[in-house]
């Protein structure tokens, strides 16, 4: 492997790890443009097990193989959850920028066995009551407030604007929180701070006003218990502890506000940019079911996962995986391997991607449906206030954000004829 494949920037060579041999980074802007060339090289390279190195050039694992992906989310007993089994704690700095997802937490993420099954049944048991319906309209009036905002000007940047917002809004009303004001609205703008870092702001001070809000918000749902998600994971039968109540709350909004903004703005880039799709909603090309289920295939929101660690010594894809080794899931290059899709996705009806994962910590059911539900609102909603939105940048000109995680746009800028109000 050489300095010329994308992911890996200028300066100074990757170095090679004894026990991986030369590696791969994954970070660099040809990484966060097209990291899809990068999965290609990889796997002309190594095959479907990679040996990648993260930030601070810490040696991990990149599984690309559709198999292997399978392989490891289906074997939770060999590739755990639970990182203190990492190896490589001691080098790993404290201002690591992947520490606050990848360093251990006591909520369901991290958890393994019998209390991650309790755990997770708990979460699916409170979704599972959510109204889809409602839920819809409810991103619907969310999507209508947000597009007043910026209807009358004529121009729009929709991820900070719309793609964004929406899933965070539906997710903390979902949870609890009240419609709108001030508390709600400092509650939405810090877990944007804590998960995506903005110049001159603190990430850490942002998680902590929302560890201290959510605590709040499960005292409350304690004393006074309504018809949302906190309260039924309160009044289950498992009887959670408030503290486990909290971590898994957070959990959720987190969980579940980063991949569905994403998964909106990737639908809406499609849409805006591929001509097989229609850019007004009565045009009747593709639909937006088609352009969401696509972008599941090949722009999947939760691009890579950090990860699975090596219960005791093993093999994967033909590679020594020794115990405590980190792997790293790329959902993305699985979706896409040309030896089980050899003629490239498999079509709009076809769901066998690995964009939920698989497995004991896959994404709980229903939440791939709620999710569904939100993004499906918020792109039909968008196009039907602004019937004649166009991009208003040239498809080459959009950026994405430097996330070894997450596949999603940095801008979407857009133009429409403003609407009077
Ligand atoms: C309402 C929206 C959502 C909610 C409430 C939600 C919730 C969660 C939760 C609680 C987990 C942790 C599961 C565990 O460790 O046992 C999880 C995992 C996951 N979610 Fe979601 N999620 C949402 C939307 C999405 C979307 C839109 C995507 C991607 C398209 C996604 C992809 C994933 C993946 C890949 C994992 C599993 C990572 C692994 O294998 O460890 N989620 N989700």
């Known amino acids: 492997?050489?300095?010329?494949?994308?992911?890996?920037?200028?300066?100074?060579?990757?170095?090679?790890?004894?026990?991986?041999?030369?590696?791969?980074?994954?970070?660099?802007?040809?990484?966060?443009?097209?990291?899809?060339?990068?999965?290609?090289?990889?796997?002309?390279?190594?095959?479907?097990?990679?040996?990648?190195?993260?930030?601070?050039?810490?040696?991990?694992?990149?599984?690309?193989?559709?198999?292997?992906?399978?392989?490891?989310?289906?074997?939770?007993?060999?590739?755990?959850?639970?990182?203190?089994?990492?190896?490589?704690?001691?080098?790993?700095?404290?201002?690591?920028?992947?520490?606050?997802?990848?360093?251990?937490?006591?909520?369901?993420?991290?958890?393994?066995?019998?209390?991650?099954?309790?755990?997770?049944?708990?979460?699916?048991?409170?979704?599972?009551?959510?109204?889809?319906?409602?839920?819809?309209?409810?991103?619907?009036?969310?999507?209508?407030?947000?597009?007043?905002?910026?209807?009358?000007?004529?121009?729009?940047?929709?991820?900070?604007?719309?793609?964004?917002?929406?899933?965070?809004?539906?997710?903390?009303?979902?949870?609890?929180?009240?419609?709108?004001?001030?508390?709600?609205?400092?509650?939405?703008?810090?877990?944007?701070?804590?998960?995506?870092?903005?110049?001159?702001?603190?990430?850490?001070?942002?998680?902590?006003?929302?560890?201290?809000?959510?605590?709040?918000?499960?005292?409350?749902?304690?004393?006074?218990?309504?018809?949302?998600?906190?309260?039924?994971m309160l009044r289950h039968p498992a009887g959670l502890s408030d503290e486990s109540v909290v971590q898994d709350v957070i959990t959720i909004i987190a969980a579940a506000q980063q991949p569905t903004a994403n998964w909106i703005g990737n639908s809406l880039r499609l849409l805006l940019t591929d001509d097989r799709f229609a850019t007004t909603v009565?045009?009747?090309?593709?639909?937006?079911?088609?352009?969401?289920?696509?972008?599941?295939?090949?722009d999947t929101p939760t691009q890579n996962f950090i990860g699975r660690w090596a219960v005791r010594d093993t093999q994967l894809g033909g590679r020594g995986i020794k115990a405590g080794d980190c792997v790293v899931m790329s959902f993305a290059a699985a979706n896409t391997d040309p030896g089980v899709w050899p003629e490239g996705h498999v079509g709009a009806e076809n769901s066998a991607h690995l964009s939920f994962s698989n497995g004991e910590h896959r994404c709980p059911f229903p939440a791939p449906q709620l999710a569904e539900v939100i993004a499906r609102a918020a792109v039909e909603t968008l196009l039907e206030q602004l019937p004649d939105v166009v991009l208003g940048a040239e498809p080459y000109e959009l950026r994405w954000r430097p996330s070894i995680w997450m596949r999603g746009l940095a801008a979407l800028p857009v133009d429409f004829t403003p609407v009077l109000q």
């Open 1 to 232: 492997m050489t300095d010329s494949v994308p992911g890996a920037p200028d300066g100074a060579p990757p170095p090679a790890c004894p026990a991986h041999g030369p590696a791969v980074r994954l970070s660099g802007l040809a990484y966060q443009q097209t990291p899809s060339e990068l999965y290609r090289t990889l796997r002309r390279d190594h095959g479907p097990v990679a040996p990648v190195l993260l930030d601070n050039d810490i040696p991990a694992w990149l599984v690309l193989g559709y198999n292997e992906v399978s392989y490891v989310t289906g074997n939770d007993e060999l590739f755990a959850r639970d990182s203190r089994r990492w190896t490589r704690w001691d080098e790993i700095p404290p201002d690591w920028p992947l520490l606050p997802y990848v360093g251990y937490q006591p909520s369901v993420l991290f958890v393994e066995g019998a209390e991650h099954r309790v755990r997770a049944g708990v979460i699916s048991e409170a979704l599972d009551a959510v109204d889809q319906m409602e839920l819809a309209s409810m991103c619907q009036s969310i999507g209508h407030a947000l597009i007043s905002a910026f209807a009358g000007s004529g121009r729009a940047e929709l991820m900070e604007g719309y793609a964004h917002p929406v899933p965070m809004h539906a997710i903390v009303r979902l949870c609890g929180m009240p419609a709108g004001g001030l508390d709600t609205e400092n509650l939405v703008r810090d877990l944007r701070l804590s998960l995506d870092a903005h110049e001159g702001e603190d990430p850490v001070a942002a998680y902590g006003r929302v560890q201290a809000r959510i605590e709040q918000l499960v005292k409350e749902k304690r004393a006074q218990p309504g018809d949302d998600v906190t309260s039924r």
């Open 282 to 298: 009565a045009g009747g090309k593709l639909s937006v079911g088609q352009a969401l289920n696509e972008v599941l295939w090949l």
